[in-house]
C-alpha cells in the first residue's frame, strides 16, 4: 500500500481524509462525529486547522508555449535558448522539451554543448532538435492568464515564478475535493491554454513544492499528513528547496543523500553547519513549513473567510455573520496600526464552489480614527455588496451560499 497516491491524468484512487478516519473512531468509541464541513471559527489560528495547500508548475513551460503557437513542434525535440550557432554560441538553454531531455539537453546547460548532444542523437537517427531564442513577452502574457486561473480557485494565491503557483485551498476542507478540483483545473488549463502542468498536494507549502515535481510532467501527486515522513525519506536531498548543487555536494561528502539520512543528523551539528539555514533544515527533513500561502498583495491587504456549517440561503444569516467579521477585520486593522482602507470586497462562494467577488473602492477612503463610524460604514458597504447575491440576477437559481468572505485592501 504506498503512502502517498500519485495519480496520472485520467487515474482516480479513492482516498480516506483524516477526518473521516477521525470520525469512523470517534463511532467506533461511541463517540460523536464531528462534522465533516469543518467551520472556521474566527478565534481559531488558521495555523491550528490542517492545512491543504496545492503548488503548480508548469511542464516544460516556455518549450510548451512555444510548442502550443507553433503546431510544427509538435512530436518534435524544442530547446529554447540562446542561438547554438551551429556548435560556437555562448550562453545556455532555458528549458527544453521532454523528448529533448531524453537527449540531456536541460536547462542552464551551455548552448554548445547542447548542440553537440542534439548532433549527436541526431547522427544515432534520431528527430532533431529545434533550438528557439524564447520570446519572452509571450511567456509573461500566457502565464498572467494561467495566474488568474488559479488565483480564482484558492482562499489564498502566490505567484512564486513565472509557471508556477502555491494555492490555499484549506476551506475546501478535505483532500478528496482538492484532488477532484485541481484534476478539473488540470483539463481547464490544458483545453483553454493547451498547456500541460503538474500539481502537488500536501499540508504545507514545502510538501506541495516537492510533490509537484514528483511526478512530471503531467502529475497530481498528494501526501497527506500523516504520510509525510514515508513519502520524503526516500527522496534525495536535492528536492529540498534551498539545496543547490553546493549545498548537495557537502552533503554528499558527509555521506548524506537521502532525507533519511538528513534526518538522522541532530540539529546541533546542521546549525554547526549551516548557521541559522541548519535549523531550516532540519525542520524541512521533517516535513515542517509554516510558511502561509500570500502574495506581496495580500500583506496589504486584511480580511476573513467563513465557511457555513451547513449551505445557507438565509440573508439574515449571512449578514450577521459578514457584520461580526466586519467588527473583527477593523479591530486588526488598528491592532496593526493602519489609518484606514480604501477598497471592499466580498466573497461568495455557493454550494457548487462558484464562487464570485464584489468590491467598491471608496475614493478618499474610509479611516478608522473614529472606530465606530469606520464600522458603522463597512457593514454599509459590505451590505450593498453582499445583497445583489441574494437577488434573481446573480443568483438566478437561488443557490444555497457555503462561504462569505470580506476583505479589505488599499490599507493606509
Ligand atoms: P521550470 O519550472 O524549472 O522548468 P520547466 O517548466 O521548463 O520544466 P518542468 O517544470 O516541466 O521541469 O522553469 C520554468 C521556466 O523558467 C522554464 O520553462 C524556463 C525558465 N528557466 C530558465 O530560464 N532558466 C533555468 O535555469 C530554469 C530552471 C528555468
Ligand atoms: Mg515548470
Ligand atoms: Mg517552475
Not at 275 to 300: H, M, P, Y
Amino acid at each position: 500500500m504506498p503512502g502517498f497516491v500519485v495519480l496520472h491524468a485520467g487515474q482516480t484512487r479513492r482516498i480516506e481524509p483524516a477526518d473521516r478516519q477521525l470520525n469512523r473512531h470517534l463511532r467506533e468509541t461511541h463517540q460523536k462525529p464531528q462534522p465533516l464541513h469543518r467551520k472556521i471559527t474566527p478565534n481559531v489560528k488558521q495555523s491550528d486547522l490542517m492545512r491543504i495547500i496545492v503548488h503548480v508548475d508548469m511542464d516544460a513551460f516556455y518549450a510548451a508555449v512555444e510548442e502550443r503557437y507553433n503546431p510544427a513542434l509538435r512530436g518534435l525535440p524544442v530547446a529554447v535558448g540562446a542561438d547554438p550557432k551551429e556548435g560556437k554560441g555562448r550562453g545556455v538553454i532555458t528549458t527544453a522539451n521532454y523528448l529533448a531531455r531524453k537527449y540531456g539537453i536541460h536547462s542552464a546547460l551551455p548552448i554548445a554543448r547542447a548542440w553537440r548532444l542534439a548532433e549527436a542523437a541526431r547522427r544515432r537517427g534520431e528527430p532533431a532538435t529545434v533550438f528557439i531564442r524564447p520570446n519572452f513577452p509571450l511567456y509573461r502574457e500566457v502565464s498572467a492568464r494561467i495566474m488568474q486561473i488559479f488565483e480564482r480557485s484558492a482562499d489564498a494565491f502566490e505567484e512564486a515564478s513565472i509557471d508556477e503557483a502555491y494555492l490555499d485551498v484549506s476551506s475546501r476542507e478535505n483532500f478528496p475535493t482538492a484532488i477532484e478540483h485541481m484534476t478539473q483545473l488540470k483539463a481547464e488549463i490544458r483545453e483553454k491554454e493547451e498547456l500541460g502542468c503538474s500539481f502537488g498536494i500536501g499540508p504545507n507549502k514545502l510538501i506541495a513544492k516537492i510533490a509537484s515535481g514528483h511526478r512530471k510532467p503531467d502529475g497530481l501527486t498528494v501526501v497527506a499528513s500523516d504520510m509525510v515522513q514515508q513519502f520524503l525519506d526516500p527522496l534525495t536531498i536535492r528536492v529540498i528547496p534551498g539545496i543547490g548543487p553546493k549545498g548537495e555536494a557537502f552533503l554528499h561528502q558527509r555521506n548524506i543523500r537521502t532525507i533519511k539520512e538528513l534526518r538522522e543528523i541532530p540539529e546541533a551539528t546542521l546549525t554547526e553547519w549551516f548557521g541559522k539555514w541548519g535549523q531550516r533544515l532540519f525542520e524541512k527533513a521533517r516535513g515542517i513549513d509554516d510558511a502561509s500561502v500570500s502574495n506581496e498583495w495580500t500583506r496589504k491587504s486584511l480580511g476573513e473567510q467563513e465557511t457555513f456549517e451547513e449551505d445557507t440561503r438565509s440573508p439574515s444569516v449571512v449578514t450577521e455573520r459578514l457584520y461580526s467579521m466586519a467588527e473583527r477585520i477593523i479591530g486588526k486593522l488598528r491592532e496593526k496600526e493602519f489609518s484606514g482602507f480604501r477598497t471592499v470586497t466580498v466573497t461568495v462562494r455557493f454550494s457548487d464552489f462558484q464562487t464570485s467577488n464584489r468590491s467598491h473602492s471608496i475614493k478618499n477612503g474610509i479611516r478608522v480614527d473614529n472606530d465606530g463610524e469606520a464600522l458603522r460604514l463597512l457593514k454599509q458597504e459590505a451590505l450593498t455588496l453582499l445583497s445583489p447575491f441574494f437577488d434573481a440576477q446573480e443568483n438566478p437559481r437561488g443557490k444555497a451560499i457555503r462561504l462569505i468572505g470580506l476583505r479589505l485592501e488599499k490599507l493606509f
